[in-house]
Structures are given as structure tokens and as C-alpha cells.
């Protein structure tokens, strides 16, 4: 499962590295690459593999220096998003420049923290972690504190987006919001913690448990709400997809029939395997067999004999499908030719919808007989 989603973060990253290479001066979409991208570093440092391999390449400490250092990046570029996403380039810019200035004050708080302790020190949790030492209290404290501005400042500025927006997007915009600020009053606690340990007080395990456990929940709230409007979007697609899918191959009779009495009237598309399969191409294919059967449909309809065109239209698709078979099977060059074209399978109600459910019944009648 951490293979699987460090995968899927890496693929993020990879995919929105590709959209800046298109709008490289897009300040949102940078700010969100680069918050993908030192989540997607911070990740592997926070393994217990990668940490080992930090430790022993820089000494002991250092992954959790990098991995908070990563953090600090995450949060700083998802509150440039936001900056970004509310003002005009120019004071999106110095707004990010003014916080840019902050995160770094932060981060080398960090490092002097770490680096003037025993590289010992840092080898326990946050639970275990002595904070009555100033250093390592600083070192957790700030970014805790750094943590609880920047989430809560992101999820007041969610908050705002999701009134504005419509459903769906407002539902995973709120479920973002709900999880950016667990996520920062989880922190504050933990800076309150930190304060207190540094006092000498003692902060039970039971509520550091409760604190830890509402802070998993608000990533996870937080990657649902980001993935909501996005999943919900692709399931639609999806529906759609295998609905042209079945419409495709439910049509195939009546295209067959019109297509051999009429071999023009098909369009000269030779699909590739990828084509035919992905999402496009079978789009793609559904509309142009639709349109095939219709222009199918107006050349036949003068070889249907001296019915008329009421007649024709109040037809039921059984008979009609019959009528159909007699027509493709007579004499092109009969008398039927001169007569006038027919409207044919002609819906009631002027949508899509609605004429390939005429289609669809033609087409079931013919596999049926």
C-alpha cells in the first residue's frame, strides 16, 4: 500500500510537471507541482528505509530535519496556490515573497535546533522526544506553530471557495477545508503540548494518542476532499464510456444492413487498437456509427415503397426493422429510387438522447428477427 501511494504521488508530480512545461508561467499550477513535489520527497524520508539511509549518510537526526524541512515546503506552496488563486500575478507575487521570507525563518530555526544538539537527541518520537531540552522543544514547537498558520490560513481560504462554488465542487472543496483545519488545530495542540513538556509538565499518552489519530484523519479528509470533485468526475466519464460502449455495439445491425446497401456512407476512419479503446476513441466511434445510420437511414427511405411519410414515423421499430430488410434487399435501380426522401425513426423530442433510442430500438428489432 505505501508503494502504491508514494506511486501515485510520484505519477502527480510527473503529470503536473508536464502541465507547467505547457504554462510555465502559471504561478497556481507551479505552486501546486511544488507542493506535490516536496510532499513526494518528504514521503520516502519519512519511511523508516529512508530515514535509516539519511541517518547514516548525514547523521543521526537529519532525515527528520529534512523531512520537517519538506513539510515546512508542502504547506508554504499550497498557501502560494491559494495566493496565486486570489489576486493578480503582481501581488500574488510579493505576498508569496513575504511568506517565502517567514518559511525560511522557520527552517533556519530548524537547523540551528538540530544542529546544536547531540545528534542522539533526535532519535526518539515526538511522544518520547525530551523537551526539556530548548532545542528540541523549538524545533517541534515552531514548526507546529508554522503549521497551525499555514493550514488554518488554507482552510479559511477553502472555506471561502466553497461557498462560491457549485456542487459537486463545493462538496470536495468543503471536506478539504473540514481537513486543513483539524489538521491545523491538531498542531496547535501539539504546540501546546510542546510548551508544556518544556515546562516540565507531563502530557498524558492517551490524549497525545487522540492528537496523533486526528491528525491521520485530517490527511485522509484532506486527500479525499482534493480527489472528490476529480473522482466524481472521472466516475461520470466512466458512465459515459460504457454507455457509448453498449451503444456502439448495440447499433451494429442496423449499421451492417445500411453500411453494405450503402458502403459510402461510412466514413474512412481505420481506428487503432489504443483508439478503439480509450476513452476519445470510443466516443469517438459511438458518434460517427450514429451518424453513419443516419445518413444510412436517408438513403433508403426512398426505397420504401408508397408508404407515406405519417405512416413511416407512426411505425412501430418491429415493422419498420421488417421494412427495412425489404429495402436494403430491392433493385437500387428500381422505382423506388425516384420517390422522395423520408424522415425515419424520426424522435418526438429534438436531443441526442432521444434519437439513439429510436436507433437502438431499430437496432434490437433487427437482432431480434
Not at 124 to 147: E, H, R
Not at 161 to 174: D, E, F, K, V
Not at 249 to 261: F, G
Not at 281 to 289: A, E, K
Request: charged content about 15%.
Amino acid at each position: 500500500m505505501t508503494i502504491l501511494f508514494l506511486f501515485m504521488l510520484a505519477a502527480a508530480v510527473a503529470w503536473k510537471v508536464y502541465q507547467l512545461t505547457k504554462a510555465p508561467r502559471d504561478g497556481a499550477l507551479r505552486s501546486v507541482t511544488l507542493c506535490l513535489a516536496c510532499a513526494a520527497l518528504s514521503y520516502p524520508v519519512a519511511m523508516p528505509g529512508g530515514a535509516t539511509g539519511v541517518d547514516t549518510v548525514a547523521g543521526h537526526g537529519a532525515a527528520k530535519l529534512v523531512q520537517n524541512v519538506l513539510l515546512l515546503g508542502t504547506v508554504y506552496f499550497l498557501m502560494c496556490f491559494y495566493l496565486y488563486s486570489s489576486a493578480d500575478q503582481g501581488t500574488s507575487r510579493r505576498r508569496a515573497r513575504r511568506e517565502a521570507v517567514l518559511v525560511l525563518g522557520i527552517a533556519a530555526v530548524l537547523v540551528v535546533s538540530a544542529t546544536t544538539v547531540p545528534h542522539e537527541v533526535f532519535a526518539g518520537s515526538f511522544a518520547s522526544a525530551d523537551m526539556t531540552i530548548t532545542q528540541l522543544a523549538a524545533f517541534y514547537g515552531v514548526a507546529g506553530l508554522y503549521l497551525t498558520y499555514s493550514l488554518g490560513a488554507a482552510g479559511i481560504w477553502t472555506v471561502r471557495y466553497a461557498r462560491l462554488s457549485p456542487r459537486p465542487h463545493s462538496t470536495g472543496l468543503w471536506i478539504t477545508a473540514i481537513g486543513l483545519l483539524i489538521m491545523a488545530t491538531a498542531c496547535a495542540v501539539r504546540a501546546v503540548f510542546v510548551a508544556t513538556r518544556w515546562q516540565g509538565g507531563a502530557v498524558p499518552k492517551g490524549l497525545m494518542s487522540v492528537v496523533a489519530m486526528l491528525l491521520v484523519l485530517s490527511i485522509l479528509l484532506f486527500v479525499l476532499g482534493v480527489s472528490y470533485s476529480g473522482a466524481r468526475s472521472r466516475l461520470s466519464a466512466l458512465r459515459v464510456w460504457r454507455q457509448h460502449r453498449r451503444g456502439y455495439r448495440r447499433l451494429e445491425p442496423l449499421w451492417v444492413l445500411l453500411s453494405d446497401r450503402f458502403p459510402e456512407t461510412v466514413l474512412a476512419f481505420r481506428p487503432t487498437v489504443f483508439e478503439a479503446r480509450g476513452v476519445r476513441g470510443v466516443h469517438r466511434l459511438y458518434h460517427r456509427r450514429v451518424i453513419e445510420c443516419r445518413d444510412g437511414l436517408v438513403r433508403i427511405s426512398p426505397l420504401m415503397g408508397s408508404l407515406s411519410a405519417d405512416e413511416l414515423v407512426s411505425m412501430e421499430a418491429t415493422v419498420l426493422a421488417g421494412r427495412l430488410r425489404s429495402a436494403a434487399a430491392a433493385d437500387v435501380h428500381g422505382p423506388g429510387e425516384a420517390q422522395p426522401v423520408i424522415p425515419l425513426a424520426v424522435p418526438k423530442i429534438d436531443s441526442a438522447g432521444a434519437d439513439a433510442a429510436h436507433l437502438f430500438a431499430l437496432a434490437d428489432a433487427l437482432r431480434a428477427a
